[in-house]
């Protein structure tokens, strides 16, 4: 069976533990999951499970270019990972292995928004679009995010700067001196 993982690093050989976050080299299932986390480290994103099928999620209007336009990435096959773990969290099947892995190039994606939405006129992902949420829907999506991400919105700003200024531009509530006003 092949594997995948998506990466913005170009020429990646082997997936290490040595760069491991968590003592595990992780591959996914679904080539559609690797497109996503290689495409940005913020991820929206629900699973059909009657359709079998990604749903990435808008949290803001035009979320999806503001997230992968123009954004390039790489996504990598492995085949013979030997012995490993599978995780299903959420509709997403991964494996975990606990030894390096060799990867080969499976496929340079240039623009990750175009990817993603050919991926969906395939038919093989679903996008729900902010535009068609009601009012109402809009409403709960952001204070959902607000919440989740609020009591870390700290080590955000300090230990991922970039990302932090990508999210708040999304969602100015979480911007650190607004969360202070509310507390």
């Not at 491991?20 to 913020?42: H, T």
Request: with cysteine.
């Amino acid at each position: 069976m092949r594997y995948y993982h998506g990466s913005r690093s170009k020429d990646l050989k082997r997936l290490t533990l040595e760069n491991s976050n968590d003592g595990y080299v992780w591959l996914a299932e679904q080539y559609e999951f690797a497109v996503l986390y290689a495409g940005n480290s913020l991820r929206f994103w629900d699973y059909n499970f009657d359709t079998d099928k990604l749903i990435i999620r808008e949290i803001a209007e035009n979320c999806f270019e503001r997230l992968y336009k123009g954004v390039e990435c790489y996504i990598y096959s492995a085949e013979d990972v030997g012995e490993y773990e599978r995780s299903d969290r959420h509709g997403r099947r991964s494996i975990r292995c606990q030894r390096d892995v060799d990867l080969t190039l499976y496929e340079y994606i240039p623009d990750v928004y175009e990817k993603i939405m050919q991926l969906y006129r395939e038919g093989k992902i679903e996008l729900r679009f902010w535009h068609d949420y009601s009012p109402e829907e809009q409403e709960r999506e952001k204070n959902s995010i607000i919440r989740k991400f609020a009591p870390t919105m700290q080590e955000e700003h300090d230990r991922f700067p970039d990302e932090y200024r990508l999210l708040t531009s999304l969602i100015p509530g979480l911007k650190l001196e607004n969360l202070h006003k509310e507390t």
